[in-house]
């Protein structure tokens, strides 16, 4: 019963902040790799950030670089992105997603990432 749960999306005005969280369930996520992808309506699924499974290396998409952060509690089997200065361009459903196997790092590229959660919605609008 693998299960990822994201949580904390909501509406947010142009350079607000968010702190989304992914808590995971059924497995433990010390041993994988755990990214955040995106996706707006009408468009192809993005890699935004992916972090390694002992958080030493971590990746971000040109468009988030020195705005989100991503971090991980192994402890607590949760992945948290927190996004600052927020862009409308930021729109989209945010799912978090786990490697498709341990210490698989994967560039943080879709066909690395097998296990999905169902997303949390992240609008931001004036």
């Known amino acids: 019963q693998l299960q990822l749960v994201e949580s904390g999306g909501g509406l947010v005005q142009p350079g607000g902040s968010l702190r989304i969280s992914c808590a995971a369930s059924g497995f433990t996520l010390d041993y994988y790799a755990i990214g955040w992808f995106r996706q707006a309506p009408g468009k192809e699924r993005e890699g935004v950030s992916c972090?390694?499974?002992?958080?030493?290396?971590?990746n971000y998409a040109d468009s988030v670089k020195g705005r989100f952060t991503i971090s991980r509690d192994n402890a607590k089997n949760t992945l948290y992105l927190q996004m600052n200065s927020l862009k409308p361009e930021d729109t989209g459903v945010y799912y978090c997603a786990v490697a498709r196997g341990r210490y698989y790092w994967g560039s943080c590229l879709l066909n690395g990432y097998d296990y999905w959660g169902q997303g949390t919605q992240v609008t931001v609008s004036s």
């Open positions: 972090i390694s499974s002992s958080g030493g290396s971590t």
